[in-house]
DNA sequence: AATTAGCAGTCAAACAAAAAGAGTGCTAAC
DNA sequence: GTTAGCACTCTTTTTGTTTGACTGCTAATT
C-alpha cells in the first residue's frame, strides 16, 4: 500500500529526528520542529495509522514514536534525503587517498579507517576471494632448507603470505627452474583454471608434480576470503551510541565484530549487483544483533568486484552520513584502482 | 617498614579474598574464611594499622577494605603464592604451539591468543625492531615496472611487507645484480651498521648508490617498532570484569587498547633483565588508565631478546594465573624460538 | 600489653510511596 | 478532515524509610 504524500513526510520526519535525538518522538515536537501548520492532534492521527502500518512502534503506552525496521527501510530507499559531505570532510578523504599506498591491502586500510573516522562507526573492509583471478608470475623465495615464500602476482595485488614446503634436497638452481615451469604454466590462467589442470599435467612439468600440488594447496587459501583480508577499523566507537548503554548489548555486537569469521560471512553474502546494499536489523542474518544494520558498498575497478566495504552499527544510524560518505569513498577508490 | 607475619598473612587474604570477590573485605569475612584463630576485632586493628601504613583503602566509613596499588605490588613480589597451571592448561598450551607456525609473527599470534584465552585478559604481544638483527640474505622481487617487494632474510624471521621504487629503465637483469651486490654488502652486518655504511660505499657498489639507499630506508622501517608488529588479543574481554561496569571505564581502557601506537609505547619501556614485569597503576605510565596493571615478559633465543608479550587489564587481576601462565608460555616459546 | 566482646555510629543499598511530567487516545466541537 | 481539551497511562524523579554490613571505640579480659 501507497502511503498518502502527509504519512510519508511524517514518517521522514520521525525517523530524522528519531537519529538525530535517539529520544522516540512525540507529537507536539513534530509540530513544534516542522510540521506547524498542522495540530499535534492530527499528527498523533496519522502516527497512530503509521503504527497500525508497522512502521512505528512505542515502547509504552505513554511515549512517543520509534522507527521500526520497516520504517528505516522505507527511510533509506525513499524517504532520506541524500546528503552531501562538506568540503573539509571530501577534502580528508581525498587527503587519506593521496598518501603512498603500495599494495591492496593498505587502500583497504584506509579505506576502513576514513569510514569509520567520517561516520564515527566501526567500519569493514574486505577484500574478494582471487578465484577468478589471473595470474601473472609465480615466484619461489626459499628462505629456510625446507620452506620457500610463495609470491603470487595477480592482476590487482601481490600475494605473498604463504609458504610450501620443499624437499631439502631440492637445489635452488631446480627450485627457480620449478618456479619458471610453473610461472609458464600458471601464468594467464585463473586460480580456478589451475586448480583444475591438476590431473593432465603433460611430460613437460611432471618433475614438478610434488611443488605444483603444493603450489595449488597455497592457491587454495587464497580462494576463500582470510581472516587476513578482512579489515576491522572504531570498534569501540560503538561506546559512543546512547542505545549502546548497557553492558550486555556491547558484548553482544563486539563478539560479533571481534570475531572476523562471522565478519566474513555476514560480508561475503551479498554479490549482488546494487551498489549500496542496506541490511537492517536482523533481515535473516542470525550474525548480526537485531538491533543493527549493516550498510556496504562493493568496489570494482575495470569491471571487476574487488571487494566490498561498509559500517556496522546500530540501526539507529545516520544514514545519510553513512550512505554519502560510502558513496564519495567509492568513487575514489574506484579511480584509485582503475589507475593502477 | 617491614610489616609484621600476621600483618603479612592478613593482607596476603585481603588480596587474595578481594581478586576473588570484586567485593570489599571486611574482618569478619577474613576470620570466617582464613583467620579462626584470632577475632575480628583483632583483625580490625590490624586492618586499621595496614590502612595507615598505604596498604589498604576503604570507600567510605563502613565499608569493608581493599588493597591499593602498593599493597598488589607487595602482594605479587611477596606475599602471592605461586600457582601451578593444571595439566589441561598446560596441554591446551603445547597443543596451540605445536600447530604449525611458518613465522616469528604466527607464533606470537598463537601466543596472544593462548594467554588472552587463559587469563581471560586482554593480551598484548610485541616484536622487538630489528635494530641489531644480523642478515643474512637481500632480495629484490620487481613486481611492477617502478616497485620492488624487498625481502629481508634475518636470524630470526622473513621480512616481507616493504617496497622500494626502482627507476623504470633499470632491467631485470641488473635488479638482480643490485640484489647479488647489496645482499653481499649486508651479509652479516646488523641493521644499524648497514644503516651507517652510507658514506663509504665502495666503488664495487657504487653504481647501487640509488637503490642502496632505498633499500636504507627501508631498513629504518624495520628499526623501530612498527604497529604490524603489535599484535593484542581479546580486547573485548574486559567487559567481563565487574568493576568496568561502567561505559566510561570502558571507553577508556578501549580507547588505549586499540590504538596500537600506545600500546608499542607501553611495551618498548622496559628493557630490564627482571623476566616478569608488573607495573601496577599508574606508576608514572600515563598511558594506562590508573585502575590497570600491565603484566610482560620479555622472551628470548640464543640470549637475544626476541620480544615482550603479556596482559593488561584491572589492577584486581588473578595475578598468580597471570603470572604462572606467562611463565609457562614463555618457556615453551623459548624452546620453539631457540630450535628454530 | 595484646586480645576480645560488645555496642554505638556510619553509610550504602534496597525498598516503597508519592509527585511530576510527558504523551497518547478519545470525544465532541468546528 | 481537523482540532481543542481532557482523562488516563506509564515512566522518571524525588523523597523518605528501613535494613544490614561494617567499622571504631571502650572497657573488660587474658
Known amino acids: ?32 520542529r516542522h510540521l506547524s501548520n498542522i495540530s499535534s ?22 511515549s512517543g514514536r520509534v522507527p521500526s525496521a520497516e520504517a528505516y527501510k522505507l527511510y533509506v530507499s525513499d524517504l532520506m534525503v ?16 593521496l598518501e603512498k599506498a603500495d599494495n591492496l591491502e593498505e587502500v583497504i586500510k584506509n579505506t576502513t579507517k576514513v569510514i569509520s573516522e567520517l561516520t564515527s562507526l566501526t567500519s569493514v573492509g574486505v577484500v574478494s576471494p582471487d578465484v577468478g583471478e589471473k595470474i601473472k608470475v609465480i615466484k619461489f623465495f626459499r628462505y629456510k632448507p625446507d620452506t620457500a615464500l610463495v609470491l603470487i602476482v595477480t592482476e590487482r595485488r ?29 601464468a594467464e590462467r585463473s586460480f580456478e583454471e589451475v586448480c583444475n589442470i591438476k590431473d593432465d599435467i603433460s611430460s613437460e612439468f611432471s618433475g614438478y608434480k610434488n611443488i605444483f600440488l603444493n603450489l595449488v594447496e597455497a592457491l587454495k587459501v587464497y580462494m576463500t576470503v582470510k581472516e587476513s583480508d578482512v579489515v576491522l577499523e572504531g570498534e569501540d566507537k560503538i561506546l559512543n551510541h546512547p542505545e549502546y548503554a ?3 548489548k556491547i ?9 572476523k569469521d562471522k565478519v566474513m560471512t555476514l560480508l561475503s553474502g551479498d554479490g549482488r549487483d546494487i551498489k549500496i546494499n542496506v541490511k537492517i536489523g536482523t533481515d535473516g542474518y542470525e550474525e548480526i544483533p537485531d538491533d543493527c544494520s549493516l550498510v556496504t558498498a562493493t568496489y570494482s575497478a575495470n569491471g571487476v568486484k574487488i ?8 540501526i539507529r544510524m545516520d544514514y545519510q552520513k553513512v550512505v554519502a560518505v560510502l558513496e564519495n569513498v567509492g568513487k575514489i577508490l574506484e579511480s584509485i584502482l582503475t589507475n593502477r
Open 1 to 32: 500500500m501507497e502511503l498518502s504524500e502527509r504519512k510519508k513526510k511524517i514518517l521522514q520526519h520521525v525517523v530524522d529526528d528519531y537519529i538525530e535525538t535517539a529520544v522516540p518522538v512525540s507529537s507536539k515536537s513534530l509540530t513544534e
Open 41 to 62: 492532534a492530527t499528527v498523533r492521527n496519522e502516527l497512530s495509522a503509521l503504527e497500525e502500518l508497522g512502521y512505528l512502534t512505542q515502547l509504552h503506552t505513554s
Open 82 to 97: 541524500k546528503n552531501k559531505l562538506s568540503d573539509k570532510e571530501l577534502d580528508y578523504i581525498k587527503k587519506v587517498f
Open 158 to 186: 601481490l600475494l605473498k603470505d604463504n609458504y610450501i614446503s620443499v624437499p631439502e634436497t631440492m637445489t635452488d638452481e631446480q627450485l627457480v627452474e620449478a618456479e619458471t615451469v610453473l610461472s609458464k604454466l600458471c
Open 246 to 248: 548497557d553492558i550486555n
Open 251 to 259: 558484548r553482544n555486537f563486539l563478539s560479533v565484530v571481534t570475531q
Open 307 to 314: 571487494g566490498t566495504y561498509g559500517v556496522i552499527g546500530p
